[in-house]
Nanobody
Framework: QVLLVESGGGLVQTGGSLRLSCAAS????????MGWFRQAPGKEREFVATISRKNGIYYADSAKGRFTISRDNAKNTAYLQMNSLKPEDTAVYYC?????????????????WGQGTQVTVSS
């Protein structure tokens, strides 16, 4: 059974930072692409960042320069470091895993999803 468990969300003021973690089990973590997506109330789930099995990285425009995605294959964990947070970053953040191994920006292409962690940025 594949499990992805996010942690690290919370309430932060504008300009603050959070580090999200995604602990994976039940899969060969190093072979999977990992992605972060978010969904704000009343909006569709949107792509944030992706890291391929070969550590290629790609960000949504909204994340460039502020967010950093990384992975630690020894710990089966992916991370999303978020700096300079804005109120518009408020959302439930989900990590996802895809077996194709390449960069992926489309939610439909991911095989497994975590339960999400709430990030709230106050103004």
């Amino acid at each position: 059974q594949v499990l992805l468990v996010e942690s690290g969300g919370g309430l932060v003021q504008t300009g603050g930072s959070l580090r999200l973690s995604c602990a994976a089990s039940g899969l060969t973590f190093s072979s999977y692409t990992m992605g972060w997506f978010r969904q704000a109330p009343g909006k569709e789930r949107e792509f944030v960042a992706t890291i391929s099995r070969k550590n290629g990285i790609y960000y949504a425009d909204s994340a460039k320069g502020r967010f950093t995605i990384s992975r630690d294959n020894a710990k089966n964990t992916a991370y999303l470091q978020m700096n300079s947070l804005k109120p518009e970053d408020t959302a439930v953040y989900y990590c996802a895993a895809a077996s194709f191994g390449r960069l992926g920006t489309v939610a439909f292409d991911y095989d497994y999803w975590g339960q999400g962690t709430q990030v709230t940025v106050s103004s």
